[in-house]
């Protein structure tokens, strides 16, 4: 990590959120309940170099998308910190915070939401140019909307036309062009493919990986669906109940998948070659993150469990090239694609 | 792809997609709404026009024939053998051009008060909306008390509180006035309401969250993104706050506290009207009333057809 400190575009230091959920004011006094919080996000870590693509995979109520709004200034951390180019975005100053923020886009996931109804292409395109260059003329603007729009492989006569005039890959494709419009380095990708059907997910993702070249950007991309890491991530991160358990080069995440959750991911996505396939079925479902498992968060669903497990809260480990969240780790048998796992101990 | 769309769909004059689009096409397939929509541009454009279409002007004092008070409907009066159509009041002015001076006032103070409302409400209820926590608490529990309490009598107060702020000598010139404001802010919660509740649904969507990403200020996100996805409904409750507000202004009228009787309003001529009543001057009191029947009517059954066409769910 100290070695890859100058090329670090994002480095993410013990970042958590905590969300109160706790009944109205009123409400405790009477029943008497104590203050409750949900921790949506503990202690991650991880580092994203410039151009590169770091994944971060797991299911609803990981903390994904949290991290993400964390990431580009929209929440304010509860602990921890983000600290992009070497400046701390909430430490940061007004004049600091709007030079950084002009290097920071998002993608959002629902083409239909993320632009405004009202609004007319340009507009919505040319807003971060009038918001980052306001002295940039009416005409300029509108060139550079034209420009952005080819980039993306729209027409620059779509300028004039409003979102409900378009398909949502076409939606996609627009939002991607206002995330541009700043010239940004960094872009979160907040599962930009999902909402989209599967044969414009790969158009989407293409645009997105020529655009990482040409532009030299960096992607954040947070998603579900590991096909979509597969084909665009260099690292991937892969998040349990809001924490990291393990992080690792995509190629080796992929071949050598060292925590049990990394494992029952891959096995439970479907594959080309599965036909016939023994399946083990993922077991249990995600906790409630606000009563959450002591000790390791994954281990009353996992098949290697130890008595420890249940006890103390595991810490980061080196493993090959991976970081692993668990006690386990060295002692797991190697992974075989397909494998059925057996628990080791029985509880 | 693009090249496909601009071949099959020839772009529309902005006539014809209004001409095409669901708002017109339910319009021309509902006789109430274009039946009312009829009347009320017909009472909207004598008001308008008074000035023009009224045979008489009833308010300058030169050209009334005492005479020719209480001259009933369609017959030449006594004093100078003129013919009302809807009679003559006891000063011998012609009903129907005080009707059409009284319905000029009675539409400006509801237009205004509604615009008053709708602009305190839409703004009251987009801050609460965007801001929630304890603006949004202190702004929605003002609006429950004031819910408590019926919206005359909210008018009432205001316009009492109002009119003994006003020193004695402009009462009558600020009697309008002071109307607007009392009914305006009598009626602001509605507004306030609604846009809040649609304000909270728009502000958790993606494109305001991408406008928040870049830093754009506070005001642009609540003008610029907000107001206009939000002013759908607005549009309806203005409407049938409208009718609301012209009954609202005719009772206090009524009531004796609204437009002063030398500056009538349909409300105030009605209360004059009722004096003959039992004395057999029945045109006195029954055409302004007609009229102000007539104007609250339609206006309520376009906001009713409004609602229904541009949100179904209210219904």
């Given at each position: 990590m100290v070695q890859n400190m100058s090329r670090a575009l994002v480095e993410v230091q013990g970042l958590g959120k905590r969300f109160d959920v706790s009944s109205p004011w009123l409400n405790r006094v009477l029943a008497r309940e104590p203050k409750r919080y949900l921790s949506a996000v503990e202690s991650v870590d991880f580092v994203i170099e410039k151009g590169t693509t770091f994944a971060l995979v797991g299911e609803s109520g990981s903390g994904k998308s949290t991290i993400a709004k964390m990431l580009v200034g929209l929440m304010p951390p509860s602990t921890g910190r983000v600290v992009i180019d070497g400046v701390d975005l909430m430490q940061a100053d007004a004049l600091e915070q709007n030079q950084l923020r002009r290097r920071i886009q998002m993608i959002f996931q629902d083409p239909y939401a993320s632009l405004n109804p009202r609004w007319r292409i340009d507009e919505i395109i040319g807003e971060p140019v009038l918001a980052f260059e306001p002295e940039i003329s009416r005409r300029d603007r509108s060139r550079r909307v034209a420009e952005l729009l080819e980039q993306v492989g729209l027409s620059a006569t779509d300028a004039h036309r409003y979102p409900h005039e378009f398909s949502g890959g076409q939606r996609q494709r627009i939002g991607i062009a206002r995330a541009l419009a700043s010239k940004p380095e960094l872009i979160v990708c907040d599962e930009p493919t999902s909402a989209l059907d599967v044969s414009v997910q790969a158009q989407v993702l293409n645009l997105m990986r020529d655009l990482q070249t040409e532009l030299g950007l960096t992607y954040l991309f947070i998603t579900h669906d590991l096909s979509v890491v597969r084909y665009m991530a260099d690292a991937i991160g892969v998040l349990y109940l809001g924490s990291l358990v393990e992080s690792a080069p995509a190629s080796s995440l992929f071949d050598t998948p060292q925590h049990p959750y990394t494992r029952m991911l891959l096995e439970a996505a479907p594959r080309l070659d599965g036909f016939g396939r023994q399946h083990q079925p993922p077991a249990g479902e995600i906790p409630d993150p606000i009563n959450r498992p002591s000790g390791c968060f994954y281990h009353p669903r996992c098949p290697f469990v130890t008595p420890k497990c249940a006890q103390e809260q595991p810490l980061q480990r080196s493993m090959g090239q991976a970081q692993v969240a668990c006690h386990e780790v060295e002692r797991l048998p190697v992974y075989h694609p397909g494998q059925v796992i057996e628990p080791s101990v029985s509880n | 792809m693009n090249n496909i769309q601009n071949d099959t769909a020839k772009p529309l004059a902005w006539y014809q997609r209004a001409w095409q689009s669901d708002v017109c096409w339910s319009f021309r397939h509902t006789p109430i709404a274009m039946l009312s929509a009829l009347v009320f541009l017909i009472l909207v454009s004598m008001a308008i026009f008074a000035p023009w279409v009224a045979p008489h002007q009833p308010f300058d004092p030169s050209t009334l024939n005492l005479m020719d008070g209480f001259s009933p409907p369609m017959e030449s009066a006594i004093g100078s053998g003129n013919v009302y159509w809807l009679g003559a009041d006891d000063q011998g002015r012609d009903i129907f051009s005080t009707i059409l001076y009284g319905m000029r006032l009675s539409l400006f103070i509801g237009v205004a008060a509604v615009f008053l409302a709708a602009s305190l409400g839409v703004t009251l209820g987009l801050i609460a909306g965007y801001a929630g926590g304890w603006v949004d608490t202190i702004i929605m529990r003002i609006a429950?008390?004031?819910?408590?309490?019926?919206?005359?009598?909210?008018?009432?107060?205001?316009?009492?509180?109002?009119?003994?702020?006003?020193?004695?000598?402009?009462?009558?010139?600020?009697?309008?006035?002071?109307?607007?404001?009392?009914?305006?802010?009598?009626?602001?919660?509605?507004?306030?309401?609604?846009?809040?509740?649609?304000?909270?649904?728009?502000?958790?969507?993606?494109?305001?969250?991408?406008?928040?990403l870049i830093g754009r200020p506070r005001h642009v996100i609540l003008r610029k993104h907000l107001l206009p996805n939000v002013m759908g409904p607005v549009l309806v409750i203005a409407t049938i706050s409208l009718a609301l507000a012209i009954i609202a202004e005719a009772t206090l009228s009524f009531l004796g506290v609204g437009a002063p009787p030398t500056k009538p309003s349909l409300g105030t001529l009605i209360r004059t009207g009722q004096d003959y009543l039992f004395s057999g001057e029945w045109w006195i009191i029954l055409f302004p009333a007609m009229t102000l029947l007539l104007l609250a009517l339609s206006v309520n059954l376009l906001g009713d057809w409004l609602r229904d066409v541009l949100n179904p769910k209210l219904r």
């Open positions: - | 429950d008390i004031q819910l408590t309490f019926p919206s005359i009598l909210v008018a009432l107060l205001i316009f009492g509180v109002a009119r003994g702020l006003t020193p004695p000598e402009l009462r009558d010139q600020m009697a309008v006035w002071v109307l607007i404001f009392s009914i305006g802010l009598s009626d602001w919660v509605q507004f306030a309401r609604t846009v809040r509740s649609s304000t909270m649904v728009e502000a958790n969507k993606d494109y305001v969250q991408a406008a928040r």
